[in-house]
């Protein structure tokens, strides 16, 4: 099944929300204007106010840019943007010296066809639901990971581990350094009809996988799935809440790739339709010889009265006749008896 074009809102959609924090530093952006070359990037800034926004907003315009005008596969075109998107970053430092501690996180995922792809750097999530189960797509670039291995190896107990001070830092990020982690997809993914695509902001993680497998496998539009993912989020409560971003793709059902293609073409030949007729009219319109319509018109018009009038003299005449026999009838009548009377 080849994925053309995916529909806004009802395909896929966005959105985020503000958290505890007094801004937002997450900035995302969906590419629909290709067919078969969808693409979604999320960044998350850090580095303060200003800095983490600025970050996470020309990350994800560079990003997009590069990623268009890039050559070769959807791997490659996906490297070399966020290679680019990081040398940007650090053009825009010395301009900009209350910045220099400005990075953030991105995803950049592309479906191309029915496959997808993605690279990524930082703890930003990707997901793939299908089938009724959750599963974690990208690498997870933040200290949590790590402290997991030790407490799978029993040199931290779960509750440490859980409250650790370094359990969000970052172990690797775009900053216009030196890039430590870069996850990339091996092969590409080939997407099913049916299955969920989430990309989201590390403010999720309010959410256990349990909850956001609940509400993905609800059959609501994308923007549905998107409110309510972060109104869960929201109703947690949690304090110190992160901002919350939340990209949703649905991969359409084979049923609705198949209507997809039939009402676009029977959209475009009822307008060819309508606009032959329209044209035709309008020959039609033009070979009519109005000087004679109008002629012809006028002598019918006068015509009919006269016809009356005939008519009705007709009737007057016919009906003069019809009482004359009658009264010289009366006369004869009235004589004869006269005649035959006794004088």
């Not at 009802?10 to 629909?32: C, L, P, T």
């Not at 191309?112 to 930003?124: A, N, T, Y």
């Not at 599963?135 to 029993?154: E, F, T, W, Y």
Request: a positive charge.
């Amino acid at each position: 099944m080849s994925i053309q074009f995916l529909t806004l809102n009802k395909d896929y959609a966005g959105h985020h929300i503000q958290g505890e924090r007094d801004y937002q530093e997450d900035y995302f952006r969906f590419d629909n204007s290709r067919a078969n070359d969808f693409l979604m990037i999320l960044a998350d800034g850090m580095g303060g106010y200003e800095g983490g926004a600025v970050a996470s907003s020309c990350a994800v315009e560079t990003f997009m840019d590069s990623y268009h005008i890039a050559k070769g596969s959807a791997a490659e075109r996906l490297q070399q943007a966020l290679q680019k998107t990081n040398l940007q970053l650090a053009l825009e430092k010395p301009s900009k010296p209350k910045l220099a501690n400005m990075g953030c996180t991105l995803v950049g995922a592309a479906i191309h066809r029915d496959q997808l792809e993605w690279i990524s750097v930082g703890d930003s999530p990707l997901w793939l639901y299908k089938a009724g189960r959750l599963h974690r797509l990208n690498a997870d670039h933040s200290m949590k990971p790590i402290l997991q291995k030790q407490v799978q190896r029993g040199e931290l107990t779960p509750k440490i581990a859980a409250a650790h001070p370094e359990r969000n830092m970052l172990r690797s990020a775009l900053t216009g350094a030196k890039i430590e982690l870069i996850d990339q997809s091996s092969v590409p993914l080939k997407l099913l009809p049916g299955a969920r695509i989430l990309l989201a902001s590390d403010g999720i993680f309010t959410l256990s996988e349990s909850e956001i497998r609940k509400i993905l496998r609800k059959d609501l539009s994308a923007q549905k799935l998107v409110n309510q993912l972060l109104a869960a989020v929201h109703k947690k409560g949690k304090k110190y809440q992160d901002n919350t971003t939340a990209l949703v793709v649905k991969i359409p059902d084979e049923q609705d790739a198949v209507k997809k293609p039939w009402r676009w073409q029977t959209s475009v030949l009822l307008s060819l339709l309508i606009l032959s007729l329209i044209i035709w009219t309008s020959d039609q319109f033009r070979m009519i010889n109005w000087p004679d319509l109008i002629t012809c018109f006028s002598k019918t018009s006068i015509a009919v009265p006269a016809e009356r009038q005939n008519t009705e003299d007709i009737k007057n005449q016919l009906g003069a006749n019809s009482k004359k026999p009658s009264e010289e009838q009366h006369i004869d009548a009235t004589s004869e008896l006269q005649d035959k009377q006794p004088k």
